[in-house]
DNA sequence: CCGAAGCCCGTTGCATACAATGCATACAAC
DNA sequence: GTTGTATGCATTGTATGCAACGGGCTTCGG
């Protein structure tokens, strides 16, 4: 069945990305069981590769085991701060690594020009409110810092606290007023960086990352 | 066949476990190649559970696909040196945050004195030649202290970089004029927390670390 | 004798069949 | 009316069968 007549091989990793990105587009939102049948059948596989998938997706920390089967991660308030502050240490180390590296001259011109391209497209489509297309580029902007400090262990475990973080804020999104700031603070890094200033840049990077952790959670009072 | 009549139930998460004490043990040193047979005759089960577990652990970065099948992870003395210096980050921050919360009286001191003991074990079995225990027991000592900054997300992350690298020296084990630095230093780190100064209390974290990935690779040249 | 091509076997990947568990619902007793 | 229990259903957990891919060995040709 399944109409599948033996493409196959090449799935197992690639039911891995499909159902990370359903849940990062927020189509399984955080909280939501998932079933292997209905998620199998969506993606048009048996039930095998999916539950690797959830393995995997677990140890990823998108999924959580919930008593039988399995639910989409749903961060509260305060275990979102705990990822924030590890993302703030984490960031600060590749803003550091990034800043080390140009003051050795290990950066190409290109890549800082990049760099700054990147702030500036993310700052335009916040303006013009191009949510999804900001927070994509946002994103892309504190990859690519992560990218420059050449740490694949650092980068590796950015993207799972950049995955959590985007699955546990998609309702929350954006302060208005926020938008001059975080672009500042993105500025302020490049040049940090730029300038080969490794003290500068982790502060920068940490600042902007606890910054945001304190806008994220605008109606908490505890 | 496979003797299991049908206890079965509670295994999924058991052969996860398993699997990584034998990968943490030796048992499978770095970079064998485990097949999906001899492990589930090892363990006693069918190849199902056997790759779940496979996936599992290659997303906590103790095992790695390779091409068809898995190996255990075999890092080269630049990524380890990669995954020391996020280590170090992360265990800053730890340090940093248990002395925070002991200067705001949220530590009792019982747990002070734990550390202590636990500092003073690691040392004995050191002196002592009791290289296994030494190494399980130092690592209690850092965990213990992540444990006190009380933040799940930056201690399951430093587990992970744990396990890759206890996998990753278990044959390059200690130089032996190492073990009163290594005392020094956790001590260093026990005062600045019970003194609540976080800064000193991260220095130390970070030094340590770092110490320790020097150390960890003597014969390189590069 | 060496190299290359082809075949065979072992192993993985996916699908499906089967067993068991937990939950929900309905019924009965108090 | 409420509570306890039993039964049925839906869903997970495990085992196994089947097809394809790849490596290694053999063999044939140069």
Request: hydrophobic share 45%.
């Amino acid at each position: 069945m399944h109409t599948t007549l033996y493409a196959a091989g090449v799935q197992t990793g690639s039911i891995h990305h499909s159902l990370r990105a359903l849940i990062l587009d927020g189509r399984y939102p955080p909280g939501a069981r998932l079933g292997e049948v209905e998620v199998a059948e969506t993606l048009g596989v048996s039930r095998t590769p999916v539950r690797e998938a959830f393995r995997a997706l677990t140890a990823d920390g998108l999924l959580a085991a919930a008593g039988r089967g399995v639910r989409v991660v749903e961060l509260s308030a305060e275990e979102l701060s705990h990822v924030y502050r590890v993302r703030a240490a984490l960031e600060a180390l590749t803003a550091e690594l990034a800043a080390e590296r140009q003051r050795a001259g290990r950066l190409a011109p290109a890549e800082l020009t990049d760099l700054a391209a990147l702030a500036d497209r993310t700052h335009r489509a916040t303006v013009e409110r191009e949510l999804t297309e900001a927070v994509r580029l946002n994103r892309q902007f504190h990859r690519r810092v992560a990218e420059l400090a050449a740490n694949p262990v650092a980068l590796h475990s950015l993207e799972r606290l950049w995955d959590q973080i985007q699955v546990s804020t998609r309702r929350s999104l954006h302060a208005p007023d926020r938008t001059a700031l975080v672009d500042d603070q993105h500025r302020e890094l490049l040049a940090a960086v730029t300038a080969g200033d490794p003290a500068a840049a982790g502060a920068a990077a940490r600042r902007h990352v606890l910054d945001t952790c304190a806008a994220a959670r605008p109606p908490e009072k505890e």
